[in-house]
Protein backbone atom coordinates (compact mmCIF):
# COMPACT_ATOMS: atom_id res chain seq x y z
CA UNK A 1 0.00 0.00 0.00
CA UNK A 2 2.68 2.04 0.85
CA UNK A 3 5.14 1.21 -2.06
CA UNK A 4 1.52 2.17 -3.91
CA UNK A 5 1.02 5.51 -2.33
CA UNK A 6 4.77 6.78 -2.95
CA UNK A 7 4.20 5.66 -7.08
CA UNK A 8 1.12 7.95 -6.65
CA UNK A 9 2.32 10.84 -5.37
CA UNK A 10 5.47 11.15 -8.00
CA UNK A 11 2.82 10.53 -10.45
CA UNK A 12 0.37 13.20 -9.00
CA UNK A 13 3.99 15.71 -8.03
CA UNK A 14 3.08 19.50 -10.01
CA UNK A 15 5.83 20.24 -12.30
CA UNK A 16 7.68 24.15 -12.04
CA UNK A 17 9.92 26.51 -9.91
CA UNK A 18 7.70 26.51 -6.76
CA UNK A 19 9.81 25.53 -3.85
CA UNK A 20 9.68 21.56 -3.44
CA UNK A 21 7.80 21.37 0.26
CA UNK A 22 5.06 23.24 -1.70
CA UNK A 23 4.67 21.32 -4.39
CA UNK A 24 4.33 18.33 -2.54
CA UNK A 25 1.73 19.34 -0.22
CA UNK A 26 -0.31 20.31 -3.24
CA UNK A 27 0.03 16.83 -4.63
CA UNK A 28 -1.11 15.60 -1.23
CA UNK A 29 -3.67 18.36 -0.44
CA UNK A 30 -4.94 17.45 -4.46
CA UNK A 31 -5.21 13.99 -3.47
CA UNK A 32 -7.08 14.25 -0.24
CA UNK A 33 -9.44 16.79 -1.98
CA UNK A 34 -9.92 14.15 -4.65
CA UNK A 35 -10.67 11.55 -2.69
CA UNK A 36 -7.84 9.42 -3.84
CA UNK A 37 -6.14 9.49 -0.54
CA UNK A 38 -9.35 8.30 1.78
CA UNK A 39 -9.99 9.34 5.42
CA UNK A 40 -8.13 7.61 7.87
CA UNK A 41 -5.14 6.75 5.10
CA UNK A 42 -1.98 6.53 6.25
CA UNK A 43 0.96 8.94 4.43
CA UNK A 44 4.12 7.42 4.10
CA UNK A 45 6.92 7.76 6.86
CA UNK A 46 8.50 11.28 6.38
CA UNK A 47 11.78 9.30 5.94
CA UNK A 48 10.50 6.89 3.56
CA UNK A 49 8.86 9.46 1.13
CA UNK A 50 12.13 11.43 1.01
CA UNK A 51 14.30 8.46 0.02
CA UNK A 52 11.96 7.76 -2.42
CA UNK A 53 11.57 11.48 -3.82
CA UNK A 54 15.42 12.00 -2.81
CA UNK A 55 14.57 15.23 -1.36
CA UNK A 56 15.67 16.52 2.26
CA UNK A 57 13.47 14.73 4.61
CA UNK A 58 13.10 18.41 6.12
CA UNK A 59 10.90 19.11 2.54
CA UNK A 60 8.32 16.27 3.48
CA UNK A 61 8.31 16.75 7.27
CA UNK A 62 7.49 20.81 6.37
CA UNK A 63 4.63 19.66 3.49
CA UNK A 64 3.07 17.02 5.87
CA UNK A 65 3.04 20.16 8.78
CA UNK A 66 1.55 22.41 6.22
CA UNK A 67 -1.35 20.03 5.69
CA UNK A 68 -1.39 19.30 9.36
CA UNK A 69 -1.90 23.32 9.87
CA UNK A 70 -4.89 23.25 7.37
CA UNK A 71 -6.55 20.17 9.00
CA UNK A 72 -5.82 17.61 5.79
CA UNK A 73 -3.94 15.34 8.38
CA UNK A 74 -3.73 14.48 11.59
CA UNK A 75 -0.50 13.08 13.21
CA UNK A 76 0.98 11.26 16.13
CA UNK A 77 3.92 10.51 18.12
CA UNK A 78 4.35 6.79 16.91
CA UNK A 79 1.00 6.41 15.24
CA UNK A 80 2.27 7.95 11.84
CA UNK A 81 0.31 10.73 9.77
CA UNK A 82 -3.59 10.42 8.54
CA UNK A 83 -5.79 11.44 6.61
CA UNK A 84 -8.41 13.69 8.32
CA UNK A 85 -12.20 13.72 7.52
CA UNK A 86 -12.97 16.79 5.34
CA UNK A 87 -15.63 19.36 7.08
CA UNK A 88 -18.65 19.56 4.43
CA UNK A 89 -18.79 22.56 2.61
CA UNK A 90 -15.85 24.26 4.04
CA UNK A 91 -12.48 24.97 1.38
CA UNK A 92 -9.41 24.89 2.12
CA UNK A 93 -8.43 28.32 2.77
CA UNK A 94 -11.00 28.82 5.19
CA UNK A 95 -9.49 25.73 7.03
CA UNK A 96 -6.43 26.55 7.49
CA UNK A 97 -5.17 27.10 11.11
CA UNK A 98 -7.94 24.40 12.04
CA UNK A 99 -7.41 20.65 12.61
CA UNK A 100 -10.29 19.90 14.96
CA UNK A 101 -11.42 16.50 12.79
CA UNK A 102 -14.58 16.33 15.48
CA UNK A 103 -16.80 19.45 16.52
CA UNK A 104 -14.80 21.59 19.25
CA UNK A 105 -16.20 22.25 22.78
CA UNK A 106 -16.76 26.10 22.95
CA UNK A 107 -14.10 26.55 25.69
CA UNK A 108 -11.11 24.57 23.76
CA UNK A 109 -8.15 26.03 22.56
CA UNK A 110 -8.27 26.08 18.87
CA UNK A 111 -5.85 24.01 17.28
CA UNK A 112 -3.19 26.20 16.85
CA UNK A 113 -3.79 27.59 20.42
CA UNK A 114 -2.86 24.06 21.22
CA UNK A 115 0.18 23.93 19.08
CA UNK A 116 1.88 27.03 20.55
CA UNK A 117 0.99 26.49 24.35
CA UNK A 118 2.32 23.02 24.08
CA UNK A 119 5.85 24.07 22.92
CA UNK A 120 8.17 24.76 25.39
CA UNK A 121 7.48 28.16 26.65
CA UNK A 122 8.36 31.47 29.51
CA UNK A 123 8.34 30.96 32.84
CA UNK A 124 5.65 32.29 35.00
CA UNK A 125 8.71 33.72 37.76
CA UNK A 126 11.31 35.55 35.63
CA UNK A 127 13.11 37.35 38.88
CA UNK A 128 15.04 34.11 40.51
CA UNK A 129 18.29 32.79 40.22
CA UNK A 130 20.08 31.33 37.32
CA UNK A 131 17.17 32.49 34.88
CA UNK A 132 18.80 32.80 31.81
CA UNK A 133 18.11 36.06 30.09
CA UNK A 134 17.05 37.87 32.76
CA UNK A 135 19.40 41.34 33.45
CA UNK A 136 20.14 42.69 36.52
CA UNK A 137 16.90 44.90 36.85
CA UNK A 138 17.84 46.11 40.59
CA UNK A 139 20.50 48.13 39.10
CA UNK A 140 18.33 50.04 36.71
CA UNK A 141 19.32 53.35 37.31
CA UNK A 142 15.82 54.62 38.40
CA UNK A 143 16.09 57.93 39.45
CA UNK A 144 17.67 59.19 36.69
CA UNK A 145 14.77 57.70 34.92
CA UNK A 146 12.29 59.46 36.91
CA UNK A 147 14.14 62.98 36.25
CA UNK A 148 14.24 62.35 32.70
CA UNK A 149 10.29 61.15 32.37
CA UNK A 150 9.77 64.28 34.60
CA UNK A 151 10.86 66.73 32.63
CA UNK A 152 9.31 65.08 29.33
CA UNK A 153 6.02 65.22 30.89
CA UNK A 154 6.38 69.15 32.11
CA UNK A 155 6.82 69.89 28.56
CA UNK A 156 5.19 67.36 26.87
CA UNK A 157 2.78 68.19 23.19
CA UNK A 158 -0.42 66.99 22.88
CA UNK A 159 0.48 64.40 19.98
CA UNK A 160 3.01 62.38 22.64
CA UNK A 161 -0.20 61.43 24.31
CA UNK A 162 -1.79 59.86 21.12
CA UNK A 163 -1.24 56.57 19.23
CA UNK A 164 2.78 56.31 17.66
CA UNK A 165 3.15 55.39 13.92
CA UNK A 166 6.65 53.40 14.15
CA UNK A 167 7.86 55.22 17.04
CA UNK A 168 8.54 58.59 18.57
CA UNK A 169 10.92 60.67 16.01
CA UNK A 170 13.55 61.50 18.89
CA UNK A 171 13.98 57.98 19.86
CA UNK A 172 14.28 56.94 16.16
CA UNK A 173 16.71 59.59 15.86
CA UNK A 174 18.98 58.28 19.04
CA UNK A 175 19.41 54.78 18.13
CA UNK A 176 19.91 55.38 14.88
CA UNK A 177 22.95 57.03 16.12
CA UNK A 178 23.75 54.94 18.80
CA UNK A 179 22.97 51.65 16.69
CA UNK A 180 25.59 53.12 13.96
CA UNK A 181 28.41 53.84 16.37
CA UNK A 182 28.09 50.56 18.52
CA UNK A 183 26.86 48.26 16.28
CA UNK A 184 27.98 49.11 13.04
CA UNK A 185 24.33 49.43 11.96
CA UNK A 186 23.83 51.30 8.83
CA UNK A 187 20.27 52.97 8.76
CA UNK A 188 18.66 56.21 9.00
CA UNK A 189 16.30 57.25 12.06
CA UNK A 190 13.08 56.61 9.06
CA UNK A 191 14.20 52.84 8.85
CA UNK A 192 13.65 52.38 12.29
CA UNK A 193 10.44 50.70 13.92
CA UNK A 194 9.38 50.90 17.58
CA UNK A 195 7.64 47.83 18.88
CA UNK A 196 6.57 46.15 21.85
CA UNK A 197 9.58 44.07 21.72
CA UNK A 198 11.45 41.91 19.58
CA UNK A 199 8.50 39.31 19.85
CA UNK A 200 6.45 42.15 18.12
CA UNK A 201 8.71 42.64 15.54
CA UNK A 202 9.28 38.96 14.92
CA UNK A 203 5.92 38.48 14.41
CA UNK A 204 5.11 41.64 12.42
CA UNK A 205 8.54 40.76 10.15
CA UNK A 206 6.98 37.35 9.45
CA UNK A 207 3.37 38.39 9.03
CA UNK A 208 4.40 41.02 6.21
CA UNK A 209 6.52 39.13 4.40
CA UNK A 210 5.79 35.57 5.03
CA UNK A 211 2.49 33.40 3.53
CA UNK A 212 1.41 30.41 5.38
CA UNK A 213 3.42 27.68 4.13
CA UNK A 214 6.42 29.20 3.75
CA UNK A 215 9.82 27.87 5.37
CA UNK A 216 12.07 29.29 7.92
CA UNK A 217 15.61 28.26 8.62
CA UNK A 218 15.79 27.96 12.50
CA UNK A 219 19.15 27.56 14.45
CA UNK A 220 18.79 24.32 16.41
CA UNK A 221 19.31 25.09 19.00
CA UNK A 222 17.11 28.11 19.13
CA UNK A 223 15.03 30.73 20.69
CA UNK A 224 11.80 28.91 21.50
CA UNK A 225 10.70 31.94 21.40
CA UNK A 226 10.52 32.51 17.89
CA UNK A 227 9.80 29.12 16.95
CA UNK A 228 6.24 29.89 18.84
CA UNK A 229 5.77 32.99 16.70
CA UNK A 230 6.49 31.46 13.68
CA UNK A 231 4.16 28.48 14.39
CA UNK A 232 1.69 30.92 15.30
CA UNK A 233 2.00 32.42 11.66
CA UNK A 234 2.06 29.29 9.75
CA UNK A 235 5.38 29.40 8.69
CA UNK A 236 7.41 25.95 8.34
CA UNK A 237 10.49 25.73 10.39
CA UNK A 238 13.52 23.77 9.47
CA UNK A 239 16.25 23.61 11.99
CA UNK A 240 19.49 24.20 10.82
CA UNK A 241 22.29 22.89 12.87
CA UNK A 242 24.35 25.02 14.77
CA UNK A 243 28.22 24.82 14.71
CA UNK A 244 30.84 26.65 16.47
CA UNK A 245 30.36 29.88 14.27
CA UNK A 246 26.68 29.62 14.64
CA UNK A 247 23.99 28.87 11.90
CA UNK A 248 25.37 26.20 8.82
CA UNK A 249 25.44 27.60 5.83
CA UNK A 250 25.03 24.68 3.06
CA UNK A 251 23.24 24.97 -0.24
CA UNK A 252 19.48 24.76 -0.22
CA UNK A 253 18.17 21.45 -2.97
CA UNK A 254 16.22 23.27 -6.19
CA UNK A 255 12.58 24.64 -5.14
CA UNK A 256 13.74 24.29 -1.32
CA UNK A 257 14.92 27.97 -0.70
CA UNK A 258 13.96 29.13 2.90
CA UNK A 259 11.98 32.52 2.88
CA UNK A 260 13.79 33.18 6.20
CA UNK A 261 16.70 32.99 8.26
CA UNK A 262 16.18 32.80 11.30
CA UNK A 263 19.54 34.04 13.33
CA UNK A 264 21.59 35.29 16.75
CA UNK A 265 24.84 35.81 15.32
CA UNK A 266 26.11 38.43 17.66
CA UNK A 267 25.94 35.36 20.48
CA UNK A 268 23.87 31.97 18.95
CA UNK A 269 21.02 31.48 21.54
CA UNK A 270 21.56 29.42 23.56
CA UNK A 271 25.33 28.16 22.82
CA UNK A 272 27.07 31.22 22.77
CA UNK A 273 29.01 31.02 19.64
CA UNK A 274 29.79 34.56 17.64
CA UNK A 275 29.76 34.08 14.34
CA UNK A 276 32.83 34.95 12.20
CA UNK A 277 32.75 37.36 9.24
CA UNK A 278 32.68 34.92 7.09
CA UNK A 279 29.98 32.73 7.80
CA UNK A 280 27.99 36.30 7.84
CA UNK A 281 28.84 36.66 4.33
CA UNK A 282 27.65 33.46 3.38
CA UNK A 283 24.82 33.45 4.68
CA UNK A 284 23.95 36.83 3.13
CA UNK A 285 25.31 35.85 -0.55
CA UNK A 286 22.53 33.32 0.19
CA UNK A 287 19.82 35.12 1.04
CA UNK A 288 20.72 37.52 -1.75
CA UNK A 289 20.89 34.07 -4.21
CA UNK A 290 17.53 32.64 -3.05
CA UNK A 291 15.59 36.07 -2.32
CA UNK A 292 15.44 35.51 1.69
CA UNK A 293 15.47 37.66 3.95
CA UNK A 294 17.69 37.37 7.15
CA UNK A 295 15.81 37.94 10.46
CA UNK A 296 18.61 39.63 12.78
CA UNK A 297 18.35 39.01 16.35
CA UNK A 298 20.52 40.71 18.50
CA UNK A 299 18.96 40.50 21.45
CA UNK A 300 22.12 40.67 23.89
CA UNK A 301 24.90 41.72 21.52
CA UNK A 302 25.85 45.06 23.32
CA UNK A 303 27.17 42.51 26.26
CA UNK A 304 30.86 41.25 24.68
CA UNK A 305 32.62 40.96 27.53
CA UNK A 306 35.93 40.36 25.80
CA UNK A 307 37.39 40.64 22.62
CA UNK A 308 36.36 42.76 19.67
CA UNK A 309 32.74 43.40 18.61
CA UNK A 310 31.51 42.03 15.19
CA UNK A 311 29.42 44.23 13.29
CA UNK A 312 26.00 43.56 12.39
CA UNK A 313 25.14 41.57 9.58
CA UNK A 314 22.46 44.45 8.63
CA UNK A 315 25.76 46.60 8.35
CA UNK A 316 27.62 44.41 6.25
CA UNK A 317 24.73 44.09 3.64
CA UNK A 318 24.22 47.64 3.16
CA UNK A 319 21.10 46.75 4.45
CA UNK A 320 19.36 44.78 1.91
CA UNK A 321 18.34 41.11 2.58
CA UNK A 322 18.17 41.67 6.35
CA UNK A 323 16.05 42.76 9.10
CA UNK A 324 17.93 43.56 12.22
CA UNK A 325 15.74 43.31 15.47
CA UNK A 326 17.28 44.90 18.38
CA UNK A 327 15.52 44.97 22.11
CA UNK A 328 15.91 47.05 25.49
CA UNK A 329 14.75 44.23 27.39
CA UNK A 330 18.33 42.92 28.24
CA UNK A 331 20.24 46.67 28.29
CA UNK A 332 17.59 47.75 30.59
CA UNK A 333 14.86 45.63 31.84
CA UNK A 334 12.58 43.21 29.91
CA UNK A 335 9.39 44.87 31.57
CA UNK A 336 9.81 48.04 29.50
CA UNK A 337 8.88 46.10 26.58
CA UNK A 338 10.23 48.26 24.03
CA UNK A 339 12.52 47.38 20.83
CA UNK A 340 13.41 48.24 17.52
CA UNK A 341 13.68 46.82 13.78
CA UNK A 342 15.99 48.34 11.04
CA UNK A 343 14.29 47.86 8.16
CA UNK A 344 15.47 48.50 4.39
CA UNK A 345 14.28 51.97 2.42
CA UNK A 346 11.75 50.33 0.49
CA UNK A 347 9.43 48.12 3.00
CA UNK A 348 9.63 51.29 6.05
CA UNK A 349 5.91 52.82 4.48
CA UNK A 350 4.32 49.06 4.32
CA UNK A 351 5.89 48.14 8.06
CA UNK A 352 4.29 51.27 9.62
CA UNK A 353 1.19 51.06 8.06
CA UNK A 354 1.23 47.60 8.86
CA UNK A 355 2.43 47.92 12.33
CA UNK A 356 -0.07 50.89 13.34
CA UNK A 357 -3.25 48.62 12.14
CA UNK A 358 -2.08 45.63 14.16
CA UNK A 359 -0.93 46.97 17.15
CA UNK A 360 -1.75 50.66 17.27
CA UNK A 361 1.31 51.78 18.82
CA UNK A 362 1.57 53.61 22.15
CA UNK A 363 3.50 54.76 25.30
CA UNK A 364 5.27 57.60 23.25
CA UNK A 365 6.21 59.32 26.84
CA UNK A 366 8.01 56.24 27.39
CA UNK A 367 9.54 56.54 24.40
CA UNK A 368 10.78 60.33 24.56
CA UNK A 369 11.87 59.72 28.17
CA UNK A 370 14.00 56.85 26.75
CA UNK A 371 15.19 58.96 23.86
CA UNK A 372 16.71 61.46 26.10
CA UNK A 373 18.25 58.94 28.23
CA UNK A 374 20.36 57.86 25.60
CA UNK A 375 20.88 61.28 24.39
CA UNK A 376 22.31 62.59 27.59
CA UNK A 377 24.67 59.21 27.24
CA UNK A 378 23.12 56.91 30.49
CA UNK A 379 22.08 54.23 28.41
CA UNK A 380 25.67 53.84 27.54
CA UNK A 381 27.53 54.56 30.53
CA UNK A 382 24.98 51.88 31.93
CA UNK A 383 25.64 49.32 29.10
CA UNK A 384 29.34 50.11 30.47
CA UNK A 385 28.27 49.23 34.09
CA UNK A 386 26.94 46.24 33.55
CA UNK A 387 28.69 44.80 31.22
CA UNK A 388 31.95 44.89 33.93
CA UNK A 389 29.35 43.65 36.40
CA UNK A 390 28.22 40.53 33.90
CA UNK A 391 31.55 39.70 33.21
CA UNK A 392 32.44 39.56 36.93
CA UNK A 393 29.58 37.16 37.72
CA UNK A 394 30.41 35.20 34.75
CA UNK A 395 33.73 34.61 36.24
CA UNK A 396 32.00 33.82 39.27
CA UNK A 397 30.15 31.06 38.27
CA UNK A 398 32.13 29.70 35.64
CA UNK A 399 35.24 29.26 38.32
CA UNK A 400 32.36 27.13 40.88
CA UNK A 401 31.32 25.29 38.09
CA UNK A 402 35.13 24.11 37.01
CA UNK A 403 36.05 23.70 40.51
CA UNK A 404 32.95 21.70 42.03
CA UNK A 405 32.03 19.94 39.03
CA UNK A 406 35.26 20.18 36.42
CA UNK A 407 36.22 22.13 33.39
CA UNK A 408 34.38 19.34 31.44
CA UNK A 409 30.76 20.85 32.84
CA UNK A 410 31.77 24.12 30.64
CA UNK A 411 30.73 24.30 27.31
CA UNK A 412 34.03 24.78 24.85
CA UNK A 413 34.22 27.16 22.23
CA UNK A 414 31.31 29.90 24.14
CA UNK A 415 32.18 33.53 23.70
CA UNK A 416 32.57 35.70 26.73
CA UNK A 417 29.61 37.64 26.14
CA UNK A 418 25.54 38.55 26.98
CA UNK A 419 23.95 37.09 30.02
CA UNK A 420 23.96 33.40 30.29
CA UNK A 421 26.25 30.62 29.70
CA UNK A 422 25.77 26.83 29.02
CA UNK A 423 26.54 23.75 31.42
CA UNK A 424 27.08 20.72 29.62
CA UNK A 425 26.69 17.48 31.02
CA UNK A 426 29.43 15.09 30.72
CA UNK A 427 27.59 12.45 32.37
CA UNK A 428 23.85 10.71 31.82
CA UNK A 429 21.54 13.09 33.16
CA UNK A 430 18.26 14.23 32.39
CA UNK A 431 18.37 17.66 32.01
CA UNK A 432 14.33 18.58 32.55
CA UNK A 433 14.51 16.68 35.99
CA UNK A 434 17.55 18.50 36.98
CA UNK A 435 15.63 21.78 35.83
CA UNK A 436 12.58 20.17 37.96
CA UNK A 437 14.45 19.59 41.37
CA UNK A 438 16.19 23.06 40.73
CA UNK A 439 12.41 24.35 40.87
CA UNK A 440 11.58 22.76 43.75
CA UNK A 441 14.82 24.28 45.63
CA UNK A 442 13.92 27.56 44.29
CA UNK A 443 16.69 27.87 41.24
CA UNK A 444 15.04 28.46 37.63
CA UNK A 445 17.31 26.90 35.19
CA UNK A 446 16.38 26.06 31.47
CA UNK A 447 17.62 22.34 30.12
CA UNK A 448 19.07 22.79 27.48
CA UNK A 449 17.49 20.14 25.28
CA UNK A 450 14.44 22.30 25.17
CA UNK A 451 16.29 24.17 23.24
CA UNK A 452 16.48 21.60 20.35
CA UNK A 453 13.53 21.18 17.23
CA UNK A 454 11.34 18.30 18.45
CA UNK A 455 12.60 15.01 16.35
CA UNK A 456 16.31 16.19 16.52
CA UNK A 457 18.99 15.30 18.27
CA UNK A 458 19.45 16.99 21.37
CA UNK A 459 22.13 17.95 23.56
CA UNK A 460 21.36 17.89 27.38
CA UNK A 461 22.63 20.84 29.57
CA UNK A 462 21.50 23.78 31.24
CA UNK A 463 21.41 27.31 30.36
CA UNK A 464 22.22 29.25 33.08
CA UNK A 465 21.93 33.26 33.52
CA UNK A 466 24.27 34.84 35.23
CA UNK A 467 23.17 38.48 35.11
CA UNK A 468 20.26 38.35 38.08
CA UNK A 469 22.42 36.96 40.66
CA UNK A 470 23.79 39.19 43.07
CA UNK A 471 27.58 38.23 44.39
CA UNK A 472 26.53 37.40 47.55
CA UNK A 473 24.19 35.01 46.62
CA UNK A 474 25.95 33.48 43.97
CA UNK A 475 27.70 30.41 45.82
CA UNK A 476 24.40 29.34 48.31
CA UNK A 477 22.34 29.66 44.74
CA UNK A 478 24.88 27.05 43.31
CA UNK A 479 24.90 24.97 46.42
CA UNK A 480 21.43 24.76 45.63
CA UNK A 481 21.95 23.88 42.11
CA UNK A 482 24.47 21.18 43.14
CA UNK A 483 21.88 19.40 45.59
CA UNK A 484 19.73 19.46 42.41
CA UNK A 485 21.94 17.58 40.07
CA UNK A 486 22.40 14.75 43.05
CA UNK A 487 18.91 14.02 43.41
CA UNK A 488 18.44 14.36 39.59
CA UNK A 489 20.99 11.54 39.81
CA UNK A 490 19.52 9.43 42.32
CA UNK A 491 16.66 8.88 40.19
C1 LIG B 1 17.21 35.26 21.75
C2 LIG B 1 16.15 36.20 22.20
N1 LIG B 1 15.54 36.98 21.29
C3 LIG B 1 14.53 37.81 21.63
C4 LIG B 1 14.11 37.90 22.94
C5 LIG B 1 12.89 38.71 23.28
O1 LIG B 1 13.08 40.01 23.43
P1 LIG B 1 11.86 40.97 23.86
O2 LIG B 1 11.79 40.93 25.35
O3 LIG B 1 12.30 42.28 23.33
O4 LIG B 1 10.60 40.49 23.21
C6 LIG B 1 14.72 37.14 23.92
C7 LIG B 1 14.23 37.22 25.32
O5 LIG B 1 14.57 36.51 26.19
C8 LIG B 1 15.77 36.28 23.54
O6 LIG B 1 16.36 35.50 24.46
Same mark, same amino acid.
Given at each position: MQALLVDLIKLRMPAGSAPMHRRLYECLRGAIQDGV???GALLPPSRVLANELGIARNTVLAAYRQLQLEAYVSSRQGMGTRVERLPLGRTARAMAFTSHSEPRKSDALSARGSRIVAMPRAS??????????????????ARVWTRLRNACWRNH?? $? %?LCYGYGGHPQLREALSRHLAATRSVNCSPEQIVVTDGAHQAIDLITRL????GDIAWM %?????WGARSILEANGIGQIPVEVDAEGMRCVEPA?? $???RFLFV?????????SVMPLQRRQELLSLAHRHGSWIIED???? $?????GTPVPAMQGLAGGSRVIYVGT?????????RLAYMVVPLELVASFRAAHADLYREGRLMTQATLAQFIAEGHFASHIRAMRTLYAQRREMLATLIERR?????MMH? $??????HLVMRF???? %?DTLVAREALARGIHVKA????????TPAQRGLVL?????QEADMVTKFESLLKALQAADRK
Open positions: LSVATQWSAFMPGVPDVSRFPRA $E %ELGDV %ENPGYAG $EAPTPSHQYPLGDYDG $EFRLSFSKTLYPGLLGKDWG $EDEAGLPVAL %ELSTYFAPGGYACV
